[in-house]
Nanobody, 127 residues
Framework: QVQLQESGPGLVKPSQTLSLTCTVS??????????WSWIRQPPGKGLEWMGI???????YYSPSLKSRTSISRDTSKNQFSLQLSSVTPEDTAVYYCAVRVTAGNLARSTVHDFGSWGQGTQVTVSS
């Protein structure tokens, strides 16, 4: 069974870039069966899908975050990463990495499409 683990700084200053990494075990990020995503949940709000990277490195992003978001991967380490630029306190959230099967419209992913999730990591944006 695929397992995911988020890592990265828990505190980021406003205007800086938030960087997180997801380490995957029990499966390869290059297998065509799966696609890999970042999802977040701000305090008191619902889950928000941010973007996705496929087995061949193609990426799709939420329109509302596209200008600030980048998802990349390191196949040698079986990891994928999130960078969110120009952060504000509104980017404070628990950030999750998650995996879904590749069937369907990946660019229109919703949080309900994802079968396995990491435990989540709290990121606070504050000076």
């Amino acid at each position: 069974q695929v397992q995911l683990q988020e890592s990265g700084p828990g505190l980021v200053k406003p205007s800086q870039t938030l960087s997180l990494t997801c380490t995957v075990s029990g499966g390869s990020i290059t297998t065509s069966d799966y696609a890999w995503s970042w999802i977040r949940q701000p305090p008191g709000k619902g889950l928000e899908w941010m973007g996705i990277i496929t087995y061949d490195g193609s990426t799709y992003y939420s329109p509302s975050l596209k200008s600030r978001t980048s998802i990349s991967r390191d196949t040698s380490k079986n990891q994928f990463s999130l960078q969110l630029s120009s952060v504000t306190p509104e980017d404070t959230a628990v950030y999750y990495c998650a995996v879904r099967v590749t069937a369907g419209n990946l660019a229109r992913s919703t949080v309900h499409d994802f079968g396995s999730w990491g435990q989540g990591t709290q990121v606070t944006v504050s000076s």
